[in-house]
């Protein structure tokens, strides 16, 4: 047994560790240039330009958000497939707060941030209570949380009116430059939490294996808890730049909600996956930006979005799947 | 021991049972400043059980403990910590998603933060000091655990318990993880304890290594304490015959003392390699029980799961010399009239919360079906009907749930699935682990009844006696590696086979 | 026997639930749920409810899930549909059956090979499929032969149904598929450590899963006449919420029996019935399920948990 490391020293260990970092962080680099190219490529070179950069940076941001609300909420084993459809009843209520009660950016984004904190405290604090497996409890919250933005929705039409729409206020949030500012303030709070609190490490532990993490002094439900508050504040932050981006989010029914979350869960997977190159936080920006191009690139191709763009997205579920899985040993059900 | 004499940690009259087995009966130990003592014991002597009690990873049933001359009574570990307790047990790993430099601290990390943000930079320049403070070579401590070797692992939770500056350090199977270099500066360490009127307690199996390092050696046997003795005043011997020192009263093990079965070979391994053994060979004949033996980490239970195809080889073959099939995977075996009883009853062997007909209809589903893939309810409750009234299964019927009976009736349903079928090679892996000794004699019986009908066994154990009353043939196994056959005729003697396990 | 409450409630309840739903819509309803015309409507909810339960209890039995039948009912009935516009009526039955199991295969494999959550790629599925029958139909509807349309016909539609639901009774009820799936569902290394080759099974559970949704889309394409792009919409959340209320539980394992399958489908169908019959929305009818999956896999959980804490303390006294 282990007489392989006796000889090393310090230096030695560091020197190896550093340098199979920098390798393999320059090897994912080199490939995700490579990737680009090949992409240009296939396009035509109508992929790589500045407009079209921009727009698919702009239309990345809210699944980066959402991975980022992600990351805390799915961390703990928690995965919650209402999220989706909580994120559109928050849309709304921000969309309420700003228009009807003329509150403006600061009602829709408290609206929104407080919705989503208040439902995914809600369902977490259920899930721990009730011990339902978490997956066929997001399932049921995303009925009941669709069923209420659909008679929000139905009440609405009965009035004459549709759903609420910010129109042409409001909408700098959803825009660049006050976007882009947005997720990097968000990216450098969520890196630090994550990385630099007691907090994203009592996370992490209880993750990674949670028996220890309790005997080690971690209270395990007040972490999960905890880290839920933070997640359900990306989320809510997604939902009110989402909303001012579209300008008006509809209700969905029949769980439609959840492919809303499918490109934000791919690129999870994704940033998963490569956490040993990338930093998980830094990780979600660049497989939600990656994930956003390759999409966009569909669309270039002349792929109907909507329909053969959605099949492409179950795949890089499965695919990111597969990959954020292959380290992972033991019983899969 | 530097003159006078002060208690550090005291422990009375503790008491643990897990179930109807006395982990622990009326344990009391003092341990002095100054003092590095030794606590051995064979496997399931009690040893680890009071460690974990101390270390505040199990509650204890009854008694008292006293550190530092205050009564102690630990919630976790790093409640442990806080009265100046280290641990290293096997129990308390690490988390493999965080960087080493956290898991030293985690649990402990307030003292880092600086305006609710720890300061990182501070945390690993403490982690790494650590590391340099007793004189080991400073890991990457910003890397992830994960990457770590066994070995360097070991190494980080001894940092980690060292790091509360400990006046009490508790190290339970530490050295055999460790390679002679790493061995020599945590011998340094303990000398720096000892020198520094702390207390050091230590467990392994090594007795000349354990005489050498310590100052005084507590023996364990059957949740007991059976002594303590000085080092300069005892031999490795006398502390081996301490250990051994039961009464083999022979009564439920067979009485014949010669090596008894038919020339007909029925398994035939050759050259059975995996990561954890290699170059295993044997020959087992009808009506032989073929015993294996060794510490933990010599591969013993590994080779019974890779016998069964449960575990997968590297190199060798498992050749049924009948049929000349060569078992590839767990369901041939069973085709091929192989049984196995895994070593861990609850979580390997039965399903806990189910019926025993469903438990029994699991391992003997052959019996069961009839044409066209059909398990009759009828045949499925016969079967389950014989193993209970057969094997004297203590339960209201075959619906009852396994949860619900004693670990020596879960037991009897786990072995007489098996044996109730015609099988000719069965793998028992600690037939008679967590059972009293009622039911212990029972299964021998049900053992020998099936030898003579010419079932051949290979039983694995972590019980000497129990092999060297039941083998005629003994293997003993170190490192993965076959390191003796021993016969009955032989005459096994536990300090014989201690001598090669060691 | 009052102290084995627990023990004969677990087999009760699902019959106590279905009872109780019957009485409280006939009361709203005063009795208009019972006119023969209704009644055969509750039959033909059921139907598919009962079949798609019939396939997923293998699946649900092992502890996983497959939320991927209603877009596959959807790709089966469109790709057989299509087909039988030039293939005829036995190509139309045989595509939409095969179109399912290898789909239930796919899925099989990708989950016991690659180790990824069935939920997860189920999930995926469940999008894919939908995205794929979209892009196929171009959003239109298609009409088909009318001799697809004899398969509505309850005469014909009824044999078949409890022909194939008799099927899947005698091979998860009799068989080494469903006894080898809920012994997986209790522990799977102990499966494991008992020969039983847990790949090979869990690739049969999601075949039979897809055989099933195969069989839905045969009948659902018979039902409407054409094929339209929301077939066998939600139908995967219904037929789990059948198969809970039933009792089957979330976790599977031995408490899955194939008896709550089929009361759990005529419960959901009386339910469904009797919302639609006393007029509520779509809206809130979605709302009242999310709810009761919520609270029957709630219930369910307690429930297995009291039955087996008395059997234990049985055994103590």
């Known amino acids: 047994m282990g007489n392989t490391g006796s000889g090393r020293i310090n230096s030695e260990l560091q020197t190896k560790a550093a340098s199979t970092q920098r390798k393999t962080t320059l090897l994912a680099i080199a490939a995700i240039v ?185 209270n395990v439900g007040k972490t999960v808890l905890m880290a839920s508050v933070v997640g359900a504040m990306f989320l809510g932050l997604a939902s009110a730049v989402n909303m001012s981006f579209a300008g008006r989010v509809a209700p969905t029914t029949g769980l439609a909600s959840i492919s809303v979350i499918f490109t934000p869960l791919a690129a999870f997977l994704l940033a998963k996956a490569f956490d040993r190159i990338f930093n998980i936080t830094i990780g979600a920006i660049i497989c939600a930006f990656l994930l956003t191009s390759i999409f966009n690139v569909l669309t270039l191709l002349g792929v109907p979005s909507g329909t053969l763009q959605q099949v492409f997205m179950g795949a890089a579920v499965i695919i990111c799947g597969i990959l954020s899985q292959r380290k992972y040993k033991g019983v899969v059900q | 021991m530097n003159g006078a004499e002060k208690t550090i940690f005291r422990a009375e009259h503790m008491k643990k049972y897990f179930g109807a087995t006395h982990a622990n009966d009326d344990v009391s ?77 985690l649990g402990r990390t307030q003292r880092f933060e600086k305006g609710g943000v720890l300061d990182m930079k501070a945390l690993y320049k403490a982690a790494a000091e650590q590391f340099e403070k007793w004189n080991f070579p400073v890991f990457p401590v910003q890397s992830m655990t994960g990457s770590l070797s066994v070995e360097e692992k070991k190494i980080v939770e001894l940092i980690r318990a060292l790091s509360i500056g400990p006046d009490l350090l508790i190290l339970d199977e530490i050295t055999q993880a460790l390679s002679l270099n790493y061995r020599d500066i945590l011998f340094e360490v303990i000398k720096k304890f000892r020198n520094d009127g702390k207390t050091v307690l230590m467990v392994t199996h090594d007795v000349e290594e354990m005489i050498e390092v310590t100052d005084s050696i507590t023996i364990m046997r059957d949740g007991k304490i059976v002594g303590t003795c000085r080092c300069d005043e005892v031999s490795p011997d006398d502390v081996k015959r301490m250990m051994v020192g039961r009464d083999l009263e022979g009564a439920y093990y067979r009485s014949d003392q010669k090596e008894s079965f038919e020339d007909e070979v029925v398994l035939s391994v050759k050259g059975l390699t995996s990561d954890a053994f290699e170059g295993i060979s044997f020959d087992l004949h009808r009506g ?91 045949r499925r409750r016969e079967v389950s009907k014989r193993v209970v009234q057969k094997f004297e299964v203590k339960t209201k019927g075959i619906a009852q749930v396994i949860s619900g ?30 059972v009293d000794v009622g039911v212990k004699s029972y299964i021998y019986r049900s053992m020998l009844e099936a030898k003579k009908q010419g079932v051949a066994m290979i039983v694995v154990s972590d019980e000497l006696p129990e092999l060297i009353g039941m083998a005629d043939t003994l293997m003993v196994m170190k490192a993965g590696k076959l390191a003796a056959v021993m016969k009955r005729s032989e005459v096994f003697t536990e300090e014989k086979i201690i001598e090669v396990m060691l | 026997m009052k102290k084995d409450f627990w023990t004969f409630f677990q087999r009760l309840f699902p019959f106590v639930g279905l009872i109780v739903i019957i009485v409280i819509f006939t009361i709203i309803n ?103 029958v979209a892009f196929i139909t171009n959003g239109q509807v298609f009409f088909v032969d009318q001799q697809i349309l004899m398969l509505n016909r309850m005469e014909i539609k009824l044999p078949i149904f409890l022909g194939v639901i008799a099927l899947m009774w005698y091979l998860f009820e009799y068989t080494k598929i469903g006894y080898f799936s809920r012994c997986m569902g209790e522990n799977q290394t102990v499966g494991k450590f008992a020969g039983i080759s847990v790949a090979k099974y869990q690739i049969l559970g999601f075949a039979l899963s897809g055989a099933m949704a195969g069989m839905i889309g045969i009948f659902t394409v018979g039902n409407i006449g054409g094929i339209s792009p929301t077939m066998g919409n939600f139908l995967e959340l219904q037929v789990m919420i059948a198969m809970f209320v039933g009792g089957v539980p979330v976790t599977g394992g031995a408490g899955s029996k194939f008896y709550k399958v089929v009361v759990g489908a005529l419960m959901l169908a009386f339910l469904q019935n009797g919302l639609t019959v006393s007029r509520v929305s779509a809206e809130m009818s979605e709302l009242i399920q999310g709810i009761i999956l919520i609270c029957v896999v709630f219930f369910g959980l307690f429930v297995r948990q009291k039955y087996i804490q008395r059997q234990i303390a049985r055994e103590l006294q």
């Open chain 3, 30 to 132: 005063q009795g208009n749920m019972w006119s023969a015309t209704n009644l055969l409507t509750v039959i033909s909810i059921m139907i598919p409810l009962c079949l798609g339960g019939g396939g997923m209890v293998f699946v649900a039995a092992q502890g996983s899930t497959d939320l991927s039948m209603g877009s596959l009912v959807a790709l089966c009935g469109t790709i057989a549909g299509i087909a039988s516009m030039s293939l005829g009526f036995w190509a139309f039955i045989l595509i939409s059956l095969g179109v399912g199991i290898g789909v239930g295969i796919l899925n099989g494999v990708i989950i016991s090979k690659c180790k990824v959550s069935s939920l997860m790629v189920t999930l995926a599925m469940l999008i894919a499929l939908r995205a794929l």
């Open chain 1, 34 to 218: 490579v990737i680009y190219i090949i992409l240009s490529a296939v396009t035509e070179w109508r992929f790589l330009t500045g407009p079209n950069m921009l727009a698919i940076l702009t239309s990345s941001i809210v699944p980066a958000l959402v991975v980022l609300g992600f990351i805390f909420i799915f961390t703990s084993g928690i995965m919650d497939l209402s999220t989706g459809a909580m994120m559109i009843l928050a849309s709304n209520v921000g969309g309420i707060l700003a228009v009807q009660l003329g509150l403006g950016y600061f009602g829709l984004i408290i609206g929104s941030v407080v919705t989503a904190i208040g439902l995914e405290l809600l369902n977490v604090k259920l899930i721990l209570v009730t011990k339902i497996p978490a997956w066929i409890f997001g399932l049921g919250m995303t009925m009941v949380y669709e069923a209420i933005g659909a008679l929000y929705n139905a009440a609405m039409i009965a009035q004459g009116t549709q759903s609420i729409s910010l129109g042409d206020l409001y909408r700098e949030l959803g825009a660049p430059p006050v976007n882009v500012i947005v997720i990097v303030v968000c990216v450098v709070v969520a890196f630090l939490i994550y990385n630099r609190t007691k907090l994203g490490f009592g996370l992490r532990a209880v993750g990674s294996n949670s028996a220890v993490a309790g005997m080690m002094g971690i």
């Open chain 2, 288 to 378: 032989e029980i073929l015993g294996f033996c060794g510490l933990s980490g010599a591969g013993i239970h590994e080779l019974a799961e890779t016998l069964f195809a449960v575990r997968p080889s590297q190199a060798g073959t498992i050749r049924l010399t009948q049929t000349g099939a060569v078992v590839k995977s767990p369901r041939q075996a069973m085709l091929e009239k192989m049984g196995y009883v895994p070593k861990d009853r609850d979580k390997q062997a039965l399903m806990v919360n189910d019926s025993i007909e469903d438990n029994v209809c699991l391992a003997a589903v052959d019996m069961t079906e009839g044409k066209l893939g059909f398990l009759s309810p009828k």
């Open chain 2, 405 to 434: 009976l004693s670990g020596g009736n879960r037991q009897k349903v786990n072995l007489g699935r098996w044996m109730i079928q015609d099988k000719e090679v069965l793998i028992l892996d600690c037939p008679t682990r967590g």
């Open chain 2, 29 to 105: 130990i003092t341990l002095e400043a100054g003092e590095v003592r030794g606590l051995i014991g064979e496997n399931g002597s009690g040893k680890s059980t009071l460690i974990s009690m101390i270390a505040g990873l199990a509650p204890k049933d009854s008694g008292e403990m006293t550190m530092n001359g205050a009564a102690y009574l630990p919630e976790n570990p790093i409640d442990a910590g806080d009265h100046k307790i280290g641990t290293v047990v096997q129990e308390l790993g690490l988390v493999d998603g965080l960087p080493i430099g956290v898991n030293i601290f």
